[in-house]
């Protein structure tokens, strides 16, 4: 018996972090809004690591929270540690990491949604998704509840025909002892949408009072914690330590002599695993000449005594976890609490969607998230955002909310997974991002806060923080620009205590910052009209645009170039059968991917220069 | 709507006394007016459009005269593409047109596509709908074209070093984004002096493809050609008889010392510099006194031996001596004088050519365009060729200077102290121009490599 459940204008299928910040971001304009977690103990789960940012990932974050999203904040109330990353190698590349309490950040999200108006969340696993005339119309629940929706957002990450792989020991089951979803794939073969089958993997987590802390390194946080919300200025929350130790060889002897026995080389698990996250049998197998691998023990909150084990992810047997564990140092007598796991799921080819994240073969349909292909809490909650904005620009008939490559981190990732693809769980990185001297997480806000406030999600709060920092930074560049430092005894003796050439004429503030030994902060002392109330940020802001001037300008050329490709639109209505003299292949790439710029086309592997040249002399001469 | 300035010789290369290259874009008479010295103090930026200037092509880095030239200015939108268009008139020929064109590129423009002039004017609106299938279809034949042309020289060891330098700075890159992207992770270190180390070397293997390719070098100045022979065995006459039916273009650069001298021409577009010691054009009295030793220095500069044997003589003592210094050499045979009676001895001519001559008279002209078309598929044979390949190879030797600007500004950035954020910057363009030779892409490569050589991830 199927029974009217509700009408709503967004059904949000899974409440992980793709999903949380999709339902999040229609509530929040104004949709009504209903969003399904198969348990909702599990909402924002966190089935890996209990940490947020690191490189590139960070740059999400905070382009998030530009954006008006909430992962950011939710991470700065709930984080037990942070870190700085990457200080050395130049601000395009800074990064937080934050440790999470994992149980802390569930609640809190649980509990922002739960307050948030236009928002109903649910203890359902959605089993159909029904589709009318290539327009979605409702969503069924296990339990017959048939909520009509005028557009659907999938999220389902890693549960979509989970199984769970330990050693010869497998099962049908979602991440972290929950169920899986096996009603929904067939509804998606149903409608015609091409699954590929992902892998990955986690590690055991071991009691505290087992661990032998006195043998290993400690790892603390930063003595000044940076929030990662440009909503919050400071945090001041005891921080725990991290601990580092080593495998050895007796390690690696174990894990070898059991290598018969690990599903990934049995051909158990057939599903692609993401290279950037091997587990500890392939770091052994293929990197045999390193003689130890690190590995960090890291909280999972504050109160529990469950600890992470960064760098041991296994899908081996149980008993060999336990052996292999208990070679290293400070893990002799460890017990584990729960084991190392690998959990193959499927998920959708990401080509089959528009920029937008919508199914380009049925209307109203959203994916987000590792069902995308993609892995990691940030990569799922940045596109969840964007999956959540442009179901709602659908709704008000506003055009797709798109960033762009120049724009966002956020742009790479989703032009990547629609244009591309990808053939294994796809993660962020630096490289990744052509333009990343621009891209960079300290300038989240100034890239995005005004894009946020035209869709509806920068609030008066978040929008008047920004404008005044904005003001405070402009004015101060202004005065910067007309005070002149005139040589004096005290002007030289600063610049030779910073290692610097001491001055003969004037020369601008501005100017004298050029010098990479020169840094503003300091240089207060010789900038009598500085005002007192500069913010850090602003500082930080200061000394990358005055120092690195000459790059960003150079990069600034580079994405001028990358514009003109990109505002050069391909209308929906091109056929590119019509098209002569283009090759077979690239004909084919170009209707499967549909792109919507001459940009996006360049990208496509297959399609090269001369197919561009004759695609802008199509468009050309039907104009 | 379109961004960059592009130029190229648009002129048939090495015909006419005019070459003309073609500079189309917003930057057209910018950087032309960067390398142009006006007779009368005339700043290109400043004229009317439509209007023809006097004066030099110069290199403001080395104060360097090109060629004495006519500049066209015609500005936007009243000229072929519709975009600024500057063309500059030199004196026609290989050498000079090419040079010029460097120069050119050097300062900012790009080498154009094959009929992007003309897909510039369509995209522009100059020609009307109807002719744009036939644009459609120049460009892709031509570039096929091209490209088959860059697949062709690409064979063999050029690709292989290009492919090489490239790999190098793939592992080179994918070691700093390794310590960027896995800060937390034990990545060995990469101190800068590995890092300019290598950067250093692939500049080294840049400047050695750029110097010692050979046909590069062919291309750029021309297959060098000694026409050898014993006294009055008719070289002189050979050489006019090749000067009257191509055009001869250009003579000697006046003011530079050299013991020998050059004639350049055109054969079937591929540039030939006639060595000869000096004074080969004067009277034929001088030329008779060329003997062997001063040969010598000829035959050592040559690409191509153009051996002439003299119908009407018997083979002697001297032609011997002669072949014994050219034996290692690439010989062209001519028999010459085959208008007169024959006193050679043919049999002997056929061994010592291993049958392969060419019989001419430079009277009569008989043989002359044999000769020519044996010289031209000599040169093919060798997988330098027309046009087309020209061009490609040009666009290489763009794409190789460009990456090596590229690592230059990488190694300035170390210099300076900057972080290896900004060094991974040029090192990535570095890398895009090379992948424009191998037609590889770059980013790919690039995440293979971190994974495959360092162990990251948790």
């Known amino acids: 018996m199927i029974y009217n459940a509700g009408v709503y204008d967004v059904a949000v299928i899974g409440l992980g972090h793709a999903g949380c910040e999709a339902a999040l971001a229609t509530a929040r304009l104004g949709l009504k809004t209903v969003a399904f977690a198969i348990n909702l103990d599990s909402i924002a789960l966190m089935p890996c690591n209990p940490a947020i940012g690191g490189p590139a990932k960070t740059n999400l974050v905070r382009e998030i929270d530009a954006l008006g999203g909430q992962m950011a904040i939710n991470t700065d109330l709930t984080l037990i540690q942070e870190r700085t990353l990457n200080t050395s190698k130049g601000p395009a590349v800074r990064a937080l990491r934050a440790q999470s309490d994992k149980k802390r950040y569930q609640f809190n999200m649980k509990y922002t949604l739960e307050k948030q108006e236009n928002l109903d969340i649910k203890q359902a696993e959605v089993v159909d998704i029904e589709v009318e005339d290539g327009q979605v119309k409702s969503v069924i629940t296990k339990t017959g509840a048939r909520y009509l929706c005028k557009s659907c957002i999938v999220t389902t990450g890693t549960y979509l025909r989970g199984r769970i792989i330990i050693g010869d020991v497998s099962y049908s089951g979602g991440p972290n002892g929950l169920f899986p979803a096996n009603e929904l794939s067939k509804c998606f073969e149903r409608l015609n949408i091409r699954l590929m089958r992902f892998k990955t993997g986690t590690p055991a987590r071991v009691d505290k009072k087992s661990i032998n802390f006195d043998a290993m390194e400690i790892q603390p946080g930063d003595d000044k914690i940076t929030p990662f919300s440009y909503m919050h200025d400071e945090i001041n929350v005891e921080q725990i330590p991290c601990w580092l130790t080593y495998t050895n060889e007796k390690t690696h002897e174990v894990i070898m002599r059991n290598i018969d026995r690990s599903p990934l080389y049995s051909g158990e698990i057939k599903g692609v695993g993401p290279r950037y996250c091997p587990s500890i049998e392939d770091k052994v197998v293929k990197f045999p000449d390193k003689l130890r691998h690190q590995l960090f023990i890291e909280p999972e909150g504050r109160d529990t005594n469950e600890m992470y084990v960064q760098g041991m992810s296994s899908s081996m047997p149980e008993d060999v976890q336990i052996e292999f564990l208990r070679t290293i140092k400070g893990l002799e007598n460890v017990k584990v609490m729960r084991p190392g796991y690998a959990i193959e799921y499927d998920c959708i080819d990401p080509t089959q969607l528009k920029q937008s994240l919508e199914l380009k073969t049925i209307s109203g349909l959203f994916f987000a998230g590792q069902v995308n292909g993609t892995s990691g809490y940030e990569e799922a909650a940045a596109q969840g955002l964007m999956a959540g904005i442009n179901a709602a620009m659908k709704y008000y008939n506003r055009e797709p909310f798109i960033l762009d490559r120049s724009e966002a981190y956020i742009g790479v990732l989703i032009d990547d997974l629609v244009t591309k693809g990808t053939n294994e769980p796809y993660r962020m990185l630096t490289s990744r991002a052509e333009y990343r001297l621009i891209l960079r997480q300290d300038n989240a806000d100034f890239r995005l806060t005004e894009k946020g406030r035209q869709i509806g999600l920068v609030d008066d709060e978040r929008y008047n923080r920004f404008l005044m920092k904005k003001a405070q930074y402009e004015k101060e560049m202004e005065r910067l620009k007309n005070t002149m430092i005139t040589p004096s005894h005290d002007v030289n003796e600063y610049l030779k205590s910073k290692g610097s050439s001491p001055i003969v004429t004037g020369i601008t503030m501005y100017d004298l910052l050029k010098r990479p030994e020169i840094d503003y902060v300091s240089s207060k002392v010789i900038d009598s009209g500085r005002p007192d109330d500069i913010r850090d940020d602003v500082a930080f802001q200061i000394d990358i645009n005055i120092k690195y001037e000459g790059y960003i300008k150079k990069q600034m050329e580079q994405v001028e170039k990358f514009k003109a490709l990109e505002n050069k639109k391909i209308p929906s209505w091109i056929n590119y059968d019509d098209i002569k003299g283009i090759s077979i292949e690239a004909r084919q790439k170009l209707k499967s991917i549909m792109p919507t710029s001459v940009g996006q086309a360049s990208r496509i592997s297959g399609v090269s220069p001369a197919d561009i040249s004759v695609i802008l002399i199509y468009l050309q001469s039907r104009r | ?458």
């Open chain 2, 1 to 458: 709507m379109i961004e960059d300035t592009i130029a190229a010789i648009s002129t048939p290369i090495g015909e006419g006394g005019i070459s003309i290259i073609r500079i189309s874009g917003s930057d057209a008479i910018k950087i032309v007016s960067g390398i142009f010295k006006s007779k009368r103090n005339v700043d290109l930026r400043n004229v009317k459009s439509h209007t023809v200037h006097y004066g030099f092509i110069y290199d403001a880095e080395n104060d360097e005269i090109y060629d004495e030239v006519l500049v066209n200015v015609m500005k936007s939108p009243h000229t072929y593409t519709k975009e600024d268009v500057v063309e500059i008139n030199c004196h026609g020929g290989y050498i000079p047109s090419k040079r010029i064109l460097e120069l050119v590129l050097k300062n900012g423009a790009r080498l154009a596509e094959p009929g992007e002039f003309t897909k510039r004017a369509f995209l522009n609106g100059r020609l009307d709908i109807s002719q744009a299938e036939a644009v459609i279809d120049i460009i892709t034949s031509k570039t096929d074209l091209s490209n088959k042309y860059a697949l062709m020289q690409l064979n063999g060891s050029v690709k292989e070093k290009i492919t090489k330098i490239k790999n190098d700075l793939v592992a080179l890159i994918a070691h700093i984004f390794a310590l960027m992207d896995f800060p937390e992770e034990d990545v060995e270190l990469l101190n800068d002096g590995e890092l300019i180390d290598g950067i250093n070397n692939s500049i080294r293997e840049i400047d050695e493809i750029l110097k010692t390719s050979e046909k590069g070098r062919i291309v750029r100045e021309g297959l060098n050609t000694a026409i050898i022979g014993k006294p009055n065995v008719g070289k002189s006459s050979l050489l006019n008889a090749l000067l009257n039916e191509n055009r001869a273009i250009v003579t000697d650069v006046p003011g530079t010392t050299r013991d020998i001298i050059e004639e350049h021409l055109s054969i079937k577009g591929i540039p030939i510099n006639l060595i000869d010691t000096a004074g080969i054009r004067q009277t034929d009295e001088i030329v008779e006194k060329i003997g062997v030793e001063r040969s010598r220095e000829a035959i050592d500069k040559a690409d191509l031996i153009i051996f002439v044997f003299d119908n009407s003589r018997p083979i002697e003592k001297d032609d011997y001596e002669i072949l014994k210094l050219i034996e290692n050499k690439k010989v062209l045979y001519i028999l010459n004088k085959i208008d007169l009676p024959s006193a050679i001895d043919i049999d002997e001519v056929d061994k010592l050519s291993g049958g392969r001559y060419v019989r001419l008279s430079s009277v009569t002209k008989e043989g002359l365009e044999t000769l020519e078309n044996t010289v031209y598929n000599m040169v093919l044979s060798d997988g330098l060729s027309h046009d087309e390949f020209l061009l490609t190879n040009m666009r290489h030797k763009d794409a190789l200077i460009k990456a090596k600007d590229s690592l230059m500004s990488c190694l300035n950035t170390i210099e300076s102290g900057l972080t290896e954020d900004f060094v991974s910057i040029d090192l990535n363009s570095a890398i895009d121009h090379l992948g424009l030779i191998t037609g590889e892409t770059a980013n790919e490569d690039l995440i293979n490599e971190i994974f495959e050589r360092f162990c990251v991830g948790k």
